[in-house]
């Protein structure tokens, strides 16, 4: 398995822009799919963004779209979520995730998880 840790989480006002880091560790990530996931109270676990470790494929979930933006740097075995515009319906826990497959990624069932970084965002 990979272990994965966040960070960059925080407390950001409504329009304002935050990144995430997720540094991964324990196997080789050059065949890995990363991405990151985010859960707000009372609701289910929600795809963000995913990204092949190449970086010559990635994908984005509805809420992400036009918004954020996920890269890697191989040199830091650490995957990246950008994010701007914020609103405060992107208040959530956002987990880091990593898998073989990019399916079993993106369907919300990946081998790896993170412990997640709390992103409050106010109005």
């Known amino acids: 398995q990979v272990q994965l840790v966040e960070s960059g989480g925080g407390l950001v006002q409504a329009g304002g822009s935050l990144r995430l880091s997720c540094a991964g560790s324990g196997r080789t990530l050059s065949r890995y799919t990363l991405g990151w996931f985010r859960q707000a109270p009372g609701k289910e676990r929600e795809f963000v963004a995913a990204?092949?470790?190449?970086?010559?494929?990635?994908s984005y979930g509805d809420s992400a779209k036009g918004r954020f933006t996920i890269s890697t740097d191989n040199a830091k075995s650490t995957v990246y979520l950008q994010m701007t515009s914020l609103k405060p319906e992107d208040t959530a826990v956002y987990y880091c995730a990593a898998d073989l497959s990019s399916r079993m990624l993106v369907l919300g069932r990946p081998g790896s998880w993170g412990q997640g970084t709390q992103v409050t965002v106010s109005s």
């Open positions: 990204i092949r470790w190449s970086g010559d494929n990635y």
